[in-house]
């Protein structure tokens, strides 16, 4: 069965960083695409950054500069290091994996992050 379990989140200051952590009990997790989502209240879900399973990033305009997304395939985990939180940051933070070829798609349950003083 697999799962993907996310931690690192919780309460920080604006300015402040958070690093989340997602790990996953995947098969050959390197051949996955990782990616990390973000849902605030009464919003839809979007895209927060990407790496596929070549190292290739993108991220959501509005945290370009500000947060920063790795894996480390020999430990099956992704990261978010999130720096220069905002307000609008605050949302439950979720982990994507992907492999089209099979059509495999696996979410985690998410972590919340809120940033308020």
């Known amino acids: 069965q697999v799962q993907l379990v996310e931690s690192g989140g919780g309460l920080v200051q604006p300015g402040g960083s958070l690093r989340l952590s997602c790990t996953a009990s995947?098969?050959?997790?390197?051949?996955?695409?990782m990616a990390w989502y973000r849902q605030a209240p009464g919003k839809q879900r979007e895209l927060v950054a990407r790496?596929?399973?070549?190292?290739?990033?993108n991220y959501n305009d509005s945290v370009k500069g500000r947060f920063t997304v790795s894996r480390d395939n020999a430990k099956n985990t992704v990261f978010l290091q999130m720096d220069s939180l905002k307000p609008e940051d605050t949302a439950v933070y979720y982990c994507?994996?992907?492999?089209?070829?099979?059509?495999?798609?696996?979410w985690g349950q998410g972590t919340q992050v809120t940033v308020s003083s």
């Open positions: 995947i098969s050959r997790f390197s051949f996955y695409d």
């Open positions: 790496i596929t399973r070549t190292a290739n990033t």
């Open positions: 994507r994996a992907q492999r089209l070829e099979y059509f495999a798609n696996y």
